[in-house]
């Protein structure tokens, strides 16, 4: 079965300093991955995608996440971070099926 | 205009009772998807479904079922509504195995 893991629950950095939010997916194929993000109360937005192609993709507001085969890896990064970024992270991938499969999330706290 | 939008945004009701869930997407895409987020913000795929297939999550109860009237519309409707189906409810939206775009939520609260 396909498995997203987020290792770190809950990350706090301080306003400036640089993020990155470990992913690790399991899928024998190539897998689609995606980060998404959601603030208090909010839906989910999609940061950046990775179907193919170059392994270092760039998203919205900043973010970026490099594709790593062999160590099965997706880490989101930040070079920095604004205070408006505190929220829940997602990382998911897809499978065959489309449907997505996500990570336990990973909180952030921004400290001022 | 949304691209993904669900109604109602809240919904509380007690057990037993029967609802719906609406959603409806104007991007034209054609999958649509509902997510169940359970207390500790862990989101898990309950149906997808195109012009072609449902694809059901096997730990989803039969109380619950996706209902498309047409392309741009997936409903969920849910009987016999227990305490443990308190969650949000997201729905989404892809374009075959693209990017999936997700409505606001629906938070349902079952006394």
């Known amino acids: 079965a396909q498995s997203v893991t987020q290792p770190d629950i809950h990350i706090t950095v301080s306003e400036g300093a640089s993020l990155e939010l470990r992913c690790n997916y399991s899928?024998?194929?190539?897998?689609?991955l995606f980060w998404y993000v959601q603030s208090p109360g909010q839906g989910l937005q999609l940061l950046l995608k990775?179907?193919?192609?170059?392994?270092l993709v760039q998203g919205i507001k900043g973010f970026e996440a490099e594709f790593k085969r062999s160590q099965s890896s997706f880490n989101l990064r930040k070079p920095s971070v604004h205070w408006s970024d505190a929220a829940e992270y997602f990382c998911?991938?897809?499978?065959?099926?489309?449907?997505?499969?996500f990570g336990s999330g990973t909180q952030l706290t921004v400290l001022p | 205009d949304t691209a993904v939008s669900q109604t109602p945004k809240y919904l509380v009701t007690q057990m037993g009772n029967d609802k719906s869930i609406k959603c409806e997407q104007n991007l034209g895409h054609d999958t649509m998807y509902w997510y169940k987020q359970d207390s500790k913000k862990f989101l898990k795929i309950m149906f997808s479904y195109n012009n072609k297939e449902l694809i059901i999550n096997e730990t989803v109860p039969n109380r619950f079922s996706p209902k498309s009237p047409d392309k741009a519309h997936l409903n969920l409707h849910i009987n016999s509504l227990e305490l443990g189906d308190s969650a949000v409810y997201f729905c989404?939206?892809?374009?075959?195995?693209?990017?999936?775009?997700f409505g606001p939520g629906t938070r349902l609260t079952v006394t």
């Open positions: 990775y179907f193919s192609g170059d392994t």
């Open positions: 989404a939206s892809s374009q075959e195995r693209g990017p999936q775009y």
């Open positions: 899928y024998g194929a190539t897998p689609y």
């Open positions: 998911a991938q897809s499978g065959s099926a489309r449907q997505l499969t």
